[in-house]
């Protein structure tokens, strides 16, 4: 292999002509592999292939049809005078922009591709519930949220979006936007109301509302993501990650409440954490001190729970990112999730900060290695699939550092529902979800309810809670080390479970106890030790056996 130092003795060596030209030669060849790699419009009157994630979802669609388990539900607050039509125009000025919003997926020849449609104009739907009693139609408008979130998608017929507006009073209504995922993630949700606020304010205001074309449509991005994926780039980012996962753990066993089922039903349930400013404060300055993010620290946190409940010493957890490494996707909806997986060696019983400095590199390495869909990666890595849990991992940690903020329009302010409208599913035996608010980090953790109890879940998180304060407090202590237990649990453990004393009659020696055990049951379990155990009878026996012999050999009173 010519290493980069080699490749400086020999330009040194050249003449300055010659250096110039080969200089030239090497830029000019850089600049293609760049070009090469920019995504470019693809031929119009040819099929467009799924991406790789479309092609797990379309799968998983085969295999679970007329299921919602995968849609993305948006629902967003609308507090102020709302001009409805301006809000309808700028939806359908959406559907133009985004090709994704008019796709379905269809199989021609044995191929399952994409069907991009002309955009046709939408009718916003409006559903008036101020009819209804005032305290009933907050509880209403939670119950349509649920089931518009609920109600599958086709993804053959599509359309794969729809909206949908409530409306709670002249100055109040809810905005329902549900997506499925394999034409959106959550960076596409951002990207849409974002869009939606700069039309609606353009049509309000009575000016032409543009935005700036689009260099390309997700449908290039497939195209290109096939291309790529076939060259010598992809090789070398699965090396990495063949290296990186050879030999990982099937499955995480965590200690459930139930057996885990023959296959997954996703049935799930979710519990809250909240931090105060003063803790999150300390896990942001203790990540300071190792030069690593915050997520480095939480999920060093995390893996240590794990390691904990578990005892094993492998621990692999997975992490969602944008996967938007060019730069023509940032405006695009569309689905570019991917998914990164992160092994950490808890082996050795480091410090906190020393385990810290792992997941740091390994954070690091998986991040300078994202290129490589998860769908693909699977594909390549080739672990024991079984129906009964994901492959790879089954734990999965998020961190938001950049939540959604309140987008004010002309006379309307957009804002969080502020009730609960996701599915009750869970993809994943654990799914930490974490956001850093100004008040302090939020979190909240999905689990798989076939597995665990609330009350289960409940406890884990207050493990957690004490974990992160023990690490801030003092992050050169051993991870087998750190406290996890609340008060209530280190009393019961130190004297409820340890509370053995009972009455007895003082006024007996302790051989007389045993005989008069002997008469009650003599053959019941007195004594048991590495695999041996006396009846009492048998003790008596064998006590009254050492104690002739004693007598023999002079042993007396005292």
């Known amino acids: 292999m010519i290493t980069t130092t080699d490749r400086a003795e020999r330009l040194k060596n050249l003449s300055p002509a010659k250096r110039a030209l080969l200089l030239k030669a090497m830029q000019q060849k850089a600049a293609q592999s760049a070009q090469d790699k920019s995504i470019r419009r693809r031929p ?13 979802l379309w799968f998983l669609d085969q295999l679970m049809p007329g299921s919602a388990f995968y849609n993305i539900p948006v629902p967003v607050r609308l507090s102020g005078q709302l001009n409805t039509a301006a809000l309808e125009r700028s939806f359908n000025q959406i559907l133009q922009r985004h090709e ?36 009933e139609r907050e509880a209403m408008a939670q119950q349509l949220v649920l089931s518009d979130a609920q109600q599958p ?14 409306r709670l009073a002249e100055e109040d209504h809810v905005l329902l936007m549900t ?26 205001q009575g000016r032409p509302a543009t935005l700036p074309e689009l260099p390309i449509q997700y449908g290039d991005y497939a195209v290109w993501q096939r291309q ?20 990982a753990p099937a499955v995480l066993e965590l200690p459930t409440d139930r057996p885990r089922p023959a296959m997954q039903t996703y049935r799930g ?5 909240r931090l105060s400013r003063q803790l999150t404060d300390g896990l942001k300055r203790l990540s300071q001190e190792e030069g690593a993010t915050l997520f480095m620290t939480m999920l060093a946190a995390y893996q240590t729970l794990l390691y904990r409940s578990t005892g094993q010493k492998d621990i692999v957890v997975g992490t969602p990112i944008a996967g938007r490494t060019r ?16 092994r950490t060696d808890m082996s050795g019983d480091p410090s906190f900060r020393e385990l810290l400095r792992r997941v740091k590199g390994v954070t690091l390495g998986a991040f300078a290695h994202q290129e490589v869909p998860f769908e ?79 009350e289960t879940i409940k406890r884990l998180l207050a493990h957690f809670r004490i974990l992160l304060e023990a690490v801030v407090s003092d992050p050169e202590q051993a991870i087998s080390t750190v406290a996890l237990l609340t008060e209530d649990e280190r009393w019961q453990m130190l004297f409820e479970w340890n509370n053995t004393a009972r009455d007895y009659p003082t006024h007996q020696r302790l051989h007389q106890l045993i005989e008069a055990q002997v008469e009650r049951s003599p053959d019941a379990l007195a004594l048991l030790y590495n695999g041996q155990h006396l009846t009492y009878r048998e003790l008596n026996a064998r006590a009254n056996q050492l104690a002739h012999y004693l007598r023999t050999r002079g042993v007396g009173p005292d």
């Open 100 to 135: 994704s919003l008019r796709t379905t997926f269809a199989t021609l020849g044995g191929e399952t591709v994409q069907i991009v449609s002309e955009p046709e104009p939408i009718h916003l739907p409006i559903e008036d519930l101020t009819h209804l009693p005032a305290t």
């Open 327 to 342: 730069v023509e996707t940032e405006g695009l909806v569309g689905l570019f999730l991917n998914t990164l997986v992160l």
């Open 44 to 56: 119009k009157d040819g099929p467009i292939p799924l991406s790789f994630a479309q092609q797990r």
């Open 376 to 454: 693909k990666l699977v594909e390549e890595v080739q672990p024991v699939r079984n129906m009964s849990h994901s492959p790879l991992f089954q734990v999965m940690l998020v961190l938001q550092n950049t939540p959604l903020q309140a987008v004010e329009l002309p006379g309307l302010k957009l804002g969080a529902l502020g009730y609960e409208s996701t599915t009750g599913t869970a993809k994943f035996d654990l799914s930490f979800s974490l956001t850093e608010e100004e008040e302090g980090i939020t979190g909240i953790l999905r689990y798989n309810a076939d597995l665990f109890d609330a």
């Open 269 to 273: 349930g979710r519990k809250t954490l």
């Open 228 to 247: 790529w994926l076939t060259e010598e780039a992809l090789d070398e980012q699965l090396a990495y990650w063949k290296q990186q996962l050879g030999g």
């Open 179 to 204: 997506m499925h995922h394999i034409i959106s993630d959550g960076w596409s949700v951002g990207v849409l109301i974002r869009e939606v606020g700069t039309l609606y304010q353009g049509f309000v």
């Open 153 to 166: 998608f086709d993804l053959t017929r599509g359309p794969l979006w729809r909206v949908k507006l409530l």
